[in-house]
């Protein structure tokens, strides 16, 4: 991952250059991070969103060919084919983001390693913050349980905007949301008592942001199923109209 850590790392010099305090560095690389990778996350989002159409579509062809393995798989491709809908669609912003979340967290195990030899960076990671005395050094608790807390509040926002995926069963789905809204912040303010406080700050700092992302998702959200809505209601009414329609051709005969 230095591939990725080294550029990053040169940017967090640039940033430390001019305001000149590691700690508001930190948060300020954390924020510009977000807010690049804001896009994918919502495409991420929308396309899980898309999946509540095509969920009870899928689920019926399951019930119908739960004996015929090859007739189930071939069903589900028409529905994808019908629907556009892509099943790597919403993995895929996952797998970009992932190399450069891992970049980072290499870049703030190591920064000296992978920012440039400058005399003046040298102790920058160092330097205290806050409450924090040296930030390449734990923090034992204040950060760790924020940490934990704000991607406890992050997931089960995010777990309760998307849809259960289709093919996996309801208690699959819940099992899986289980795992992520407990036993990953758990983990979380586990691994950031042995973290550098640096790294402890973009993590934590990264969680609370995603947590407006998140509220400003659901409104994205909420604006797709009135739109939705609207769309069904509209069909219907064509539907009503073509029925009467033909009635009134038959009567006229």
């Not at 305001?19 to 990778?37: A, C, E, M, P, R």
């Not at 994808?80 to 450069?100: D, H, K, V």
């Not at 942001?209 to 400003?216: D, G």
Request: glycine share 6%; hydrophobic share 45%.
């Amino acid at each position: 991952m230095g591939i990725i850590a080294k550029p990053i790392g040169y940017l967090l010099m640039l940033i430390y250059k001019l305001v000149g305090n590691y700690g508001i560095s930190l948060i300020i690389l954390t924020v510009i991070v977000k807010l690049v990778l804001y896009p994918l996350y919502a495409k991420q989002i929308k396309s899980t969103a898309n999946m509540s159409e095509m969920s009870e579509k899928a689920q019926d062809i399951q019930r119908r060919y739960a004996n015929d393995k090859e007739r189930m798989n071939e069903e589900m491709q028409k529905l994808y084919a019908e629907t556009g809908f892509n099943p790597m669609s919403g993995c895929l912003p996952m797998l970009i983001q992932f190399p450069i979340i891992m970049g980072l967290f290499t870049l703030l195990r190591n920064p000296m390693k992978y920012m440039p030899a400058d005399p003046s960076l040298i102790f920058a990671n160092h330097e205290s913050f806050l409450w924090i005395k040296d930030l390449a050094q734990p923090d034992p608790w204040i950060l760790p349980i924020a940490a934990g807390l704000a991607t406890f509040f992050a997931f089960s926002m995010n777990s309760a905007m998307t849809m259960t995926q289709p093919g996996a069963s309801a208690g699959q789905q819940k099992a899986m949301n289980a795992i992520m809204k407990y036993f990953f912040p758990l983990s979380i303010l586990w691994l950031a008592r042995s973290y550098p406080a640096g790294l402890a700050i973009y993590w934590a700092g990264g969680q609370f942001m995603q947590i407006f992302f998140n509220l400003r998702i659901n409104k994205i959200k909420e604006e797709m199923n009135k739109e939705k809505e609207q769309r069904k209601m509209v069909q219907r009414a064509e539907k009503e109209l073509a029925r009467k329609k033909r009635a009134r051709m038959k009567g006229s005969y």
